[in-house]
């Protein structure tokens, strides 16, 4: 659909362009000038000459904002060049009016990029001045916008830039969410710029949970991207972060070691907000260590920036910090003085809120007024145009005829691509029911070989221990029933087997998770399998440490271990070793089961948990199974929320890795 649409709309574009061509070659000429200089802003952006690229928009604004019939997307875009050159001045909150202007002209196009760009700008700005909620609405509206274009990268910027508003917000978990979906669309892209911001935004968040460790972790490998890339401004961010985690571990000359170098980069590339900020770790750092001159010294500098380029959150935390420093030598007066001057500017800020959000229904209200006079005035300049412009009228007809036979073509075009998806999901119910027909032909499989053969072997054999009861020695008899001791042990697996299958396909068997410690369990399994390991003189090692959990059902995974430890011993030689291993993290629990056996051949793996699979033909040990009890264990694996796969060659041995969530919230995948 998005096809066709795109594909009607380029060519009213192509015919209105046409028709604009013949309006007269003064305006021809104007909006070509306006392009040119346009161009020239964008080129002087490209290699980095901001100061001048800003003194061009500024004479830019002032020759065309009010042309009559320029291009709004030209004048949308110099209103945003223009909002940053604010915000690089530090004029945070003059920047939005401009932003809202751009705002308005791009809506006037149909060019989405364009509309989601002001969106996420306007986000921007409300964000640094404090405004979170218009940070949040503007954000989520370039989301839907950038989601609908899928302009993976855009996405990508605007779940992080929500997730630091939740951040804000110290609502940590779903910041976490939106900051792991983000680095699943850096990752899948494989932006290493966008990653790197994404780890130090997750980092961010582990240090407000106090999870230090992992806060450095993810920033030192941010800090790596950054220096690969030679950021040098994203290279301050990162030591700014990392040394404000020092100071409050306590590390407080490693804490200088980041945040000296951080300083002299801001200073170096005039980015205010960020000096104000690691001024205000500085001074921190100095008060921790009890260099109280130091520290007002710092705190004194952080504060005269903030308030310079109305910097409110790092004005307050000044002010709040600097009051806490006074209480702490002594001077109590002045506690009290910047204490009451961190409550005014907190009292403010929800003041300033409330009057804001009144001009907002006054200037709406005002507006709508004055669009009213103006509708009135422009029906009476339509209507002189109308009359005195007959030609242009045919020509815009005839353009108006063309338009709709190119909106008929790309609603034919539309429809074929809504069959072609249609075709698509007939495609996909035909493999399900391939699938389906599989799981058919293999349940009559084991019926027809797997389960006939056990039976008839123990019919066989009673038959002839009945028949010839009286001519059996003892050591016959014993052989004999050793025989059906193991030919009935089979035989209960395999219907063991069937159940489970069966109440799985049929939605029967439902998952009772708990968390499960994975020592006790192997060690459990360790002691059942003792007689056939101790028979093959296998040596059996389990690595697995105490405190290692998975968030999943006890019957079901136990069942996956039994299969893979049997096939395990079954199919490694004798003095051969078994290997079981386990690593936790966070979001999972990752088992490592691994063998010295005779290893499957790289085109038997993809195989291993296919139900279509003819397990005669895996493998080369003369002792198979059916091959049922992996596909049993990818499908309990999966009702788990986890994972299954293998890595093996012949005569090395085999992998087998199982991965589950490691607790009950485990929801996100980083």
Not at 520 to 531: R, T, W
Request: charged share 25%; glycine share 4%; proline share 2%.
């Amino acid at each position: 659909m998005k096809s066709g649409y795109s594909f009607y709309i380029s060519g009213i574009v192509f015919w209105f362009s046409f028709l604009y061509m013949t309006l007269g070659a003064n305006h021809l000429y104007s909006i070509n000038a306006a392009a040119v200089e346009m161009a020239r802003i964008d080129s002087l952006e490209l290699i980095h000459k901001y100061d001048e690229a800003c003194i061009l928009t500024s004479e830019f604004l002032e020759k065309y904002a009010t042309a009559d019939e320029l291009d709004p997307a030209l004048l949308s875009r110099a209103y945003l060049k223009k909002s940053i050159c604010l915000r690089s001045e530090g004029q945070n909150r003059e920047s939005i009016p401009l932003i809202e202007k751009a705002l308005g002209f791009a809506l006037q196009t149909t060019d989405s990029a364009l509309i989601a760009l002001s969106y996420r700008e306007l986000g921007y700005s409300n964000t640094i001045v404090g405004n979170y909620q218009q940070g949040l609405d503007a954000y989520s509206t370039a989301l839907q916008i950038d989601t609908s274009l899928n302009a993976k990268e855009n996405i990508s910027v605007s779940l992080n830039a929500i997730g630091k508003i939740y951040e804000l917000w110290r609502q940590f978990d779903k910041a976490l969410e939106f900051f792991f979906q983000s680095l699943e669309i850096a990752r899948e892209l494989n932006n290493i710029n966008l990653i790197a911001v994404r780890k130090a935004s997750i980092a961010s968040v582990y240090k407000s949970q106090h999870k230090f460790d992992l806060a450095l972790e993810y920033l030192e490998k941010s800090l790596a991207l950054e220096t690969e890339l030679n950021n040098q401004v994203r290279q301050g961010y990162r030591m700014d972060q990392i040394g404000e985690i020092y100071t409050i571990m306590g590390e407080y000359k490693k804490a200088e070691e980041m945040l000296f170098p951080a300083l002299n980069i801001f200073r170096e590339n005039k980015i205010l907000v960020s000096e104000s900020i690691v001024l205000n770790h500085l001074a921190l750092n100095y008060m921790r260590m009890n260099e109280f001159d130091k520290a007002i010294e710092y705190y004194t500098e952080s504060l005269d920036i903030a308030e310079k380029i109305g910097f409110n959150n790092m004005r307050q935390k000044n002010y709040e910090e600097l009051s806490s420093l006074m209480q702490t030598t002594g001077d109590f007066s002045k506690s009290l003085e910047y204490y009451k001057q961190f409550v005014a500017l907190k009292d403010s800020a929800y003041n300033e809120q409330a009057r804001r959000q009144m001009l907002d229904f006054q200037v709406k209200y005002e507006s709508e007024q004055k669009e009213k006079e103006l509708a009135l005035l422009n029906q009476e300049r339509l209507k002189d145009q109308l009359r005195l412009n007959q030609a242009r009228q045919q020509r815009i007809l005839m353009a108006g005829i063309l338009t709709v036979l190119l909106i008929i073509l790309g609603a034919l075009y539309s429809r074929f691509q809504i069959k072609k998806r249609a075709q698509l999901k007939l495609a996909s119910a035909n493999r399900q029911l391939s699938i389906l027909n599989q799981t058919k032909n293999k349940f009559f499989t084991i019926l027809a070989h797997d389960l006939k053969n056990p039976i008839y072997a123990f019919r066989n054999i009673s038959a002839s221990v009945h028949d010839n009861y009286a001519e059996l020695s003892s050591e016959d008899l014993h052989y004999y029933t050793g025989e059906l001791k193991n030919t009935s042990e089979k035989l209960c697996s395999l219907l063991d087997e069937l159940l489970k299958w069966a109440a799985s396909i049929t939605g029967r068997l439902k998952p009772k998770k708990e968390s499960i410690e994975l020592r006790s369990v192997f060690q459990g399994l360790a002691e059942l399998y003792n007689p056939m390991i101790d028979a093959k003189k296998i040596n059996l090692i389990t690595d697995v440490p105490e405190g290692h959990f998975v968030w999943a059902d006890r019957n079901m995974t136990n069942t996956v271990f039994r299969n893979i430890i049997s096939n395990a011993i079954k199919f490694t030689p004798e003095e051969g070793w078994i290997k079981i291993q386990s690593h936790m993290n966070s979001l999972h629990t990752e088992i490592k089961i691994s063998d010295s056996g005779i290893g499957i051949s790289p085109e038997d793996l993809p195989r291993l948990f296919d139900i279509g699979n003819d397990s005669s033909k895996i493998g080369n040990s003369n002792d198979k199974g059916m091959g049922f009890g992996l596909f049993i264990c990818k499908e309990f694996i999966d009702k788990n929320k986890g994972r299954i796969w293998a890595e093996s060659q012949p005569g090395k041995g085999s992998v087998f890795y199982i991965e589950l969530p490691s607790k009950h919230n485990s929801t996100i995948k980083p």
